[in-house]
């Protein structure tokens, strides 16, 4: 969790960076010393010791970090190399033996000028005055820089099956004539006929009807519906329901939540603050709406990327481009702040990735990746397709509109801030005090470096005095804290005087018409050494924090996107001082063909942009992507059967599962792409095959023993609801369910005294349990750092991270939310009345009822006995208590949690 004083840490990150990297320069310009040779034999271990990416916890980046050692203590002893571990490493005598992979073995003579330079002191020349660029190759196309050596891409890394373009299998006839009607339905009877497995029947429609309705558009189906399905002489009638199903405008409520929780969809920013993000409802609704419509998958990851970018950009493109925004931020006021950047292009990366590609690009951050084909240079490739990104609220209004709204507000914003610039005047001399004070309990070297004149400070000086000018009156990490600013007693009517004018003045701003929360290509340039301005002293200004400016290019400018320079040890990569190669935007390597997707071609529609983002997704979006189809099918396939036929969902490497019928895979992949990237033809596709429709309840001892998980579907896996699908389900069977759909989150009522613990400067709206919260789950509001105790309880996933699936656990905590919770109990009643309502006073008709609304069926005769013995023994049968004690026995159910 970052805090304030990870800006310090930063500085303090860079400056040994700069440190290391002006030794290896010093080296590579030829200077006699023997310790610039050991020195840079040692920065070929930055890419894991260095000062951002510290394994062991052990940095090589200075020789304080040395003899301060890292896990397992000191890492050299001064004269005496024999008995310094770091040496010991080198030479194999302590394992494991260092370096490790990608870096290449020290040589002979590397060793021996490591034990040498110990022998001889460790000594550490100085650091000089500038930093010049470290020595770099580009011999083969392949980068070398800075103890970096990126590694070569073969035909081998190639071979492996996720980066090999899905090829549409020959399809084999089996044994059963209804296993052959269907491609699925054959590649998945041949898989089991392989390994000796036999198969379940078909399941009655009453569990079919229940298990499409929660499927595809997550909500119980009304005894009339099973009724009018299960008497239906058709023999189409199956083919009809799941059309009719997946023309419901449930089906978006009910299968966005799949992809919200790949994109780490939340309505707050999460990290300690977790501040509200109002409009972020937007990109929900959008997501809905694209599955409503059916969008094509190729178009839905094109608008998601690059909407700003397409060539008539629409309202509902913009909308789209959320999903690159909407993850994790420090807070509302410091969205932008330079130190946190890296970590947001870092989150975009990862979540893009791993939702369309299925891999871990990320990993490569620091160093190559350890198990796949993606190199450093493929991350920062990856940085620069991103780098030019500036978060961007895109009016959802015509233009003639939206200029009449800025044009007053601009009007009434100029006037109050020529206010504040004289509230700022008022304080400045009272502000300069209070920092002289904050000044005087800081360390005597970060006195020295402040009251140095700014030309002639060492680098290191630059950053102590940077520090300090980061660091306001409100910063609680402020030594001791400077208290609250006192004026006298004229000063501070003038100022309250002005401040009362000011908030009149911003009453009258006129409505801010709708937006959407997006990006858009601009430029955002970090300074790392910005000079120190006391008024500002404490002000949210951009000099604050190293800013040049966010620029946004208009109609008619010429618009160059910053440059991504290659970041040796994970330093942020937009920083001109770095002095490291700039790396080119593309795709990855392995996935790479000479002369396609351009990302120098940027599009013509209106604003200047780079059209990176769009190169991406185009080159994402591409049938050629050997990855992108497999990744969306196997994600749906999930989603119906509770396990992917590649049980990793984002991860397609090497450390993911391998497919459990690789033919099935591809035949579902190409399929996709010829029927345009249709998701409901694939559910179409699916759900009418008769490995769907197979029963649950089917067993054998043999089949068990061959294959206990049921990887390859013998029988239906029996499957829990989700968190939101049992909530929705809840409310569906008591009648209570507010079908209001889009528009701004509600809040579920959760108890004072969960929400008074959480450490938030976010909201948490107070509410109560009524229709105004009994709209669909979908709609709740997402708090990264509060879930909805139910949901929590029920394994809502991290808002945080991209979920590639949700984990199901069986824990006390379920139990006792079923049969406590305010919710439960309240829906167990309303439920009771529904049913007194619809089958009148006799037990027997409440139980039938009951269980039909539930579970889509009729008890059994033993059921009914059950059920009738535990009315009357709540009280007498027929009354309200007890059938509203019946109704919450059977929510405590599993065959109303799971689907079977």
């Not at 303090?12 to 006699?32: D, E, F, N, R, Y």
């Not at 033809?681 to 068990?704: F, V």
Request: charged share 25%; proline share 8%; glycine share 6%.
């Amino acid at each position: 969790m970052h805090r304030r004083s990870s800006g310090r840490k930063a500085a303090g990150t860079l400056l040994a960076a700069v440190s290391l990297a002006a030794l290896v320069s010093i080296a590579a310009h030829g200077q006699k010393s023997q310790a610039p040779d050991a020195i840079t034999i040692l920065a070929k271990c930055g890419q894991c010791h260095g000062p951002a990416v510290q394994m062991g916890k052990l940095s090589l980046a200075s020789r304080a970090s040395l003899l301060q050692g890292g896990s397992h203590g000191p890492a050299v002893i001064p004269g005496d190399a024999r008995n310094s571990p770091l040496y010991k490493r080198i030479t194999g005598q302590e394992k494991p033996a260092m370096p490790m992979a990608p870096v290449s073995p020290l040589s002979a003579a590397e060793v021996a000028a490591i034990k040498d330079w110990i022998d001889q002191g460790a000594r550490w020349p100085e650091q000089p005055n500038a930093a010049p660029a470290s020595a770099v190759n580009r011999s083969g196309g392949l980068l070398v820089y800075n103890g970096y050596h990126e590694r070569p891409i073969t035909d081998a890394d190639r071979q492996w099956w996720s980066f090999q373009k899905p090829v549409r299998p020959s399809i084999p006839r089996v044994k059963e004539a209804r296993w052959n009607r269907s491609p699925i339905d054959a590649l998945v009877k041949a898989k089991l006929e392989a390994n000796g497995l036999s198969s379940a029947s078909i399941a009655d429609r009453n569990t079919l009807i229940r298990r499409a309705y929660l499927d595809l558009v997550g909500l119980l189906p009304s005894p009339s519906e099973v009724d009018a399905f299960v008497n239906d002489p058709s023999p189409h009638a199956y083919e009809d329901l799941v059309d009719r199903l997946l023309a419901s405008p449930h089906y978006g409520e009910r299968w966005a939540r799949l992809w919200l929780d790949v994109a780490r969809y939340s309505d707050s920013t999460g990290y300690e603050y977790d501040y509200d993000v109002s409009e972020a409802w937007r990109y929900r609704d959008y997501v809905i709406q694209a599955f409503n419509d059916d969008k094509p998958y190729g178009q839905f990851i094109m608008e998601q990327l690059a909407g700003d970018e397409l060539d008539k950009p629409t309202h509902e493109s913009v909308t789209a481009t959320g999903f690159v925004r909407l993850g994790p931020r420090v807070l509302d006021r410091d969205l932008e702040n330079p130190n946190y950047r890296f970590d947001y292009l870092d989150d975009i990366i990862r979540t893009t990735y791993q939702s369309f590609q299925a891999l871990s690009v990320n990993c490569a951050r620091c160093h190559d990746h350890k198990f796949d084909p993606i190199t450093r240079k493929d991350y920062y490739k990856a940085v620069a397709v991103f780098n030019g990104f500036v978060e961007y609220d895109h009016p959802l209004v015509p233009a003639d509109e939206w200029a009449k709204y800025q044009t007053a507000a601009d009007k009434i914003n100029k006037q109050v801030k020529a206010l504040g610039q004289q509230v700022a005047a008022i304080e400045a001399p009272y502000r300069k005090e209070q920092f002289q004070r904050i000044l005087a309990k800081f360390p005597a070297d970060i006195q020295d470096a402040f009251r140095t004149p700014e030309e002639k400070r060492t680098p290191g000086q630059q950053l102590l005095a940077a520090q300090v000018a980061t660091v306001g009156p409100e910063d609680d990490n402020a030594v001791d804290g400077p208290g609250p600013m006192k004026l006298s007693a004229e000063d501070e009517h003038a100022r309250r005087k002005l401040l009362d004018e000011m908030a009149r003045l911003t009453k009258q701003l006129p409505p801010r018409p709708p937006v959407a929360l997006g990006v858009r290509d601009g430029d955002f340039r970090f300074i790392p050494h910005p000079p120190f301005q006391p008024g500002a002293l404490g002000g949210i200004i951009y000099e604050k924090y190293g800013f040049r400016g966010k620029y946004l290019p208009e109609p008619g400018d010429s618009y160059e996107p910053p440059p991504a320079y290659f970041a040796s040890n994970g330093l942020t990569p937009f920083s001109e001082e770095i002095k490291a190669p700039v790396v080119e935007p593309g795709i990855l390597t392995v996935l790479a063909k000479p002369g396609e997707h351009s990302f120098a071609d940027p599009p013509h529609n209106g604003y200047p942009t780079s059209g990176r983002r769009r190169a991406l997704a185009e080159a994402i979006a591409s049938k050629d992507n050997p990855l992108t189809a497999r990744v969306m099918v196997n994600r749906v396939w999930y989603q119906h059967f509770g396990q992917g036929i590649v049980a990793t969902p984002n991860n397609f490497g090497k450390m993911g599962a391998q497919p459990s019928n690789q033919k099935l895979l591809d035949w579902l992949a190409t399929e996709f792409m010829e029927r345009g990237w249709s998701i409901k033809q694939m559910h179409r596709l699916i759900m009418n095959s008769e490995t769907y429709k197979m029963a649950s309840g089917y067993y054998t001892p043999a089949n068990a023993e061959k294959d206990p998980t049921n990887q390859l579907l013998w029988r239906f896996p029996i499957k829990r609801l989700e968190a939101e699908i049992i909530r929705d389900a809840v409310l569906s069977a008591s009648g209570d369910l507010n079908l209001q759909a889009g528009g701004k989150p509600f809040f579920p009522p959760v108890p004072e005294s969960v929400t008074s613990q959480v450490p938030t400067q976010g909201r948490w709206q107070k509410t109560e349990e009524g229709p105004a919260t009994w709209r669909r789950s979908i709609y709740a509001y997402v708090k990264r750092n509060l879930k909805y105790p139910m949901f929590e309880v029920f394994d809502q996933p991290d808002a945080a991270l991209s979920c590639e699936r949700r984990e199901v656990t069986t824990v006390p905590t379920q139990a006792l939310t079923l049969f406590n919770n305010e919710f439960f109990l309240l829906q167990s009643r309303h439920l009771a009345e529904r049913v007194a309502r619809e089958a009148g006073n006799d037990p027997r008709a409440q139980i039938t009822r009951l269980y039909r609304i539930a579970f889509s069926r009729g008890p059994s005769d033993r059921e009914l006995s059950r059920a009738l013995s535990f009315l009357s023994k709540q009280g007498k049968p027929g009354e309200a208590a007890a059938l509203a004690e019946f109704a919450h026995v059977i929510f405590n159910a599993n065959e109303f949690l799971y689907t079977n």
